[in-house]
């Protein structure tokens, strides 16, 4: 009978704990989950188009923490025709008062032997990246301070307790200025978010699934972006994940490796 009282103690402790907390907290908390120093895996990238055809790529994404600022790089190895196209992006973290500067983008071209940078956030950021319903914003991370939140319960992806949270953009001018979030309430991971246009209307929905743990990080394996107003979806599925490597040269984050096709 003790235990069973001191079991629904710690049961409405816990719950009036979760109903203490705020839509921005939770997305602070999933915001902070640890990840890995490094990172090196490979995936496949496939473009589904509105008439059912499929455009398949091969890339490698390699990333790296430095303290202050995170550096990645995905390289396209194939088909022959986007084989050695590499984007590199350097994303920075928040400060103490919740500024972010943006992240610095850089895409290599090598069928114009031409290295370009890209706006991270405007009409550049919110463009496709490289054909498929990812934006090159989707492609960082966001700044908290970005966006107002509101909780609006929970709900379960894929008999997973999430948590539902209303991410509405501060600015207003994006094409998708306002997201519903569903974050995992035992990991605080992304596993769903819908985005809205402007005119409130749902534009694309994000999907993360196949969760696997490596090296103690717990990840999804495949990212799936649908855009319900074209009726065209990409998949990243990824594999041969590989975390905390200390064989990952600093060089290799660098405009220069990109142009010299280095990174394999």
């Given at each position: 009978m003790k235990k069973t009282i001191a079991l629904l103690g710690t049961v409405l402790m816990t719950s009036a704990l979760f109903a203490e907390m705020t839509g921005y907290d939770i997305v602070k908390k999933a915001d902070e989950v640890p990840s890995p120093k490094t990172s090196s895996s490979t995936a496949t990238l496939t473009?589904?188009?509105?008439?059912?055809?499929?455009?398949?790529?091969?890339?490698?994404?390699?990333?790296?923490?430095?303290?202050?600022?995170?550096?990645?790089?995905i390289v396209f190895t194939t088909p022959?025709?986007?084989?050695?196209?590499?984007?590199l992006m350097f994303d920075y973290p928040e400060d103490a008062?919740?500024?972010?500067?943006?992240?610095?983008?850089?895409?290599?071209?090598?069928?114009?032997?031409?290295?370009?940078?890209?706006?991270?956030?405007?009409?550049?950021?919110?463009?496709?990246?490289?054909?498929?319903?990812?934006?090159y914003e989707d492609m960082g991370d966001r700044a908290l301070s970005?966006?107002?939140?509101?909780?609006?319960?929970?709900?379960?992806?894929?008999?997973?307790?999430?948590?539902?949270?209303?991410?509405?953009?501060?600015?207003g001018t994006e094409k998708d200025p306002r997201r519903v979030v569903y974050i995992g309430k035992e990991d605080y991971l992304l596993y769903k978010a819908e985005f809205y246009d402007r005119q409130n209307n749902l534009h694309r929905i994000l999907t993360c699934a196949?969760?696997?743990?490596?090296?103690?990080?717990?990840?999804?394996?495949?990212?799936?972006?649908?855009?319900v107003q074209s009726g065209t979806?990409?998949?990243?599925?990824?594999?041969?994940?590989?975390?905390?490597?200390?064989?990952?040269?600093?060089?290799?984050?660098?405009?220069?490796?990109?142009?010299?096709?280095r990174i394999r």
């Open positions: 473009i589904h188009s509105k008439k059912g055809n499929d455009r398949i790529r091969e890339v490698i994404m390699k990333s790296k923490e430095y303290g202050d600022v995170t550096k990645e790089v022959k025709d986007v084989a050695g196209v590499g984007y008062a919740g500024n972010k500067k943006d992240s610095d983008n850089w895409l290599y071209m090598p069928a114009m032997k031409k290295t370009r940078r890209i706006a991270a956030s405007g009409s550049e950021g919110e463009g496709s990246f490289m054909g498929t319903d990812f934006t970005k966006d107002d939140y509101n909780l609006l319960g929970s709900e379960s992806v894929d008999g997973v307790g999430c948590w539902k949270i209303e991410a509405v953009s501060k600015a196949d969760f696997s743990t490596v090296e103690g990080y717990k990840s999804a394996k495949t990212m799936k972006m649908e855009n979806w990409s998949l990243i599925q990824t594999k041969d994940v590989i975390y905390n490597a200390d064989n990952i040269d600093d060089s290799l984050f660098t405009v220069a490796a990109l142009e010299k096709g």
